[in-house]
């Protein structure tokens, strides 16, 4: 009965401490620059910044993740909305540690190709934030 009353004194307290705990915010994790983790960043800021918002420059157009690669170089792919099937007409890909990024396609020699160019760098940097 003593063994199990000093079991108990002690672990209680080291309870009540583990309960105080809250998880650190993401916001302090270390930035992942790894090929995998910057084309996460990449494709979350993407889908947010040109398809939920709704910008009419992506409107005809619908976000194709792949980043399950066994070959080392995860990318997303924009192709049409209305034939997803089709060729992309974007694609962004990463490779090595710290990430090389390419980004190449149709879109790119169109009049927001620059603008594609400047957002995916940024996004690859770790900003996530939707204007350059």
């Excluded at 108990?8 to 105080?20: F, G, W």
């Excluded at 930035?31 to 939920?52: H, I, P, Q, Y």
């Excluded at 009049?111 to 996004?123: K, L, T």
Aim: hydrophobic content about 40%; glycine content about 6%.
């Amino acid at each position: 009965m003593k063994r199990a009353f000093l079991a108990i004194a002690v672990l209680v307290p080291l309870a009540a401490c583990q309960s105080e705990k809250k998880p650190s915010p993401v916001a302090t994790l270390p930035r992942d620059n790894s090929a995998l983790g910057t084309m996460e960043r990449v494709a979350l800021a993407a889908n947010s910044c040109w398809f939920k918002s709704k910008d009419a420059a992506f409107r005809p157009y619908r976000l194709a993740p792949e980043l399950n690669s066994f070959s080392g170089r995860p990318r997303i792919l924009v192709v049409p909305a209305k034939n997803p099937g089709d060729r992309p007409v974007l694609v962004v890909q990463a490779e090595g540690r710290p990430a090389k990024v390419e980004t190449f396609g149709p879109l790119m020699q169109q009049s927001n190709g620059s603008r594609i160019a400047s957002d995916i760098r940024r996004w690859s940097a770790g900003n996530n934030g939707c204007n350059g």
